[in-house]
């Protein structure tokens, strides 16, 4: 989150106010990532849980804000991965959650040590529509076979209010 939230603000490798600042949380996150794209490099078992879409999220962010994305081949490795995780975990209703991919068994949130009635990880918009925003510069677009559905999604969760409930609001 934090080095997400660092490019939004500026901090590019190559580019923006902050040029240079970024580099040093984006190698982090490069160096964390396991061969098979997860972004949770040696976590432990407590610890597991915050390496989740986010940090690809802020890999592909960085990298479709790079002025000569050929330049930097490790970030370009490192979102080629991590988009191929995300595609594999979006979830059977379109939509993606934050850390698991969830095929929807209801009776599992009426188990009695479920917290908060999570005994799964449901997609939500607030997470398909960043998991979206962020395969775009991977040149992921609107009729990508990951897209479509995971539009349909979001159409479905929109309330009649015209917006959509956050998961961590």
Sequence with gaps: GVV???LRA?????GGPQAGNGE????WLIKQQQANGYPGGKATYYDWLYCDAIATFALAE?????SDPTAHPK???????GVHLIVAMQNDD???AAFDKTTHR?????????????MQ???CAEITGRTIESLCPCGMYARHPAILPSVRYIHAKQEPEGCWWGRWR
Excluded: C, I, K
């Design 121 to 123: 990880d449901p997609s």
């Design 94 to 96: 379109g939509g993606w």
């Design 106 to 118: 209801e009776w599992m949130e009426h188990v009695p040590f479920a917290d908060h009635n999570a």
């Design 75 to 81: 970030l370009r490795e490192a979102v080629r991965g």
């Design 24 to 27: 040093p949380g984006t190698e």
């Design 4 to 6: 997400w939230a660092a």
């Design 10 to 14: 500026g901090y590019t490798d190559t």
């Design 62 to 66: 960085a990298y479709g804000m790079q």
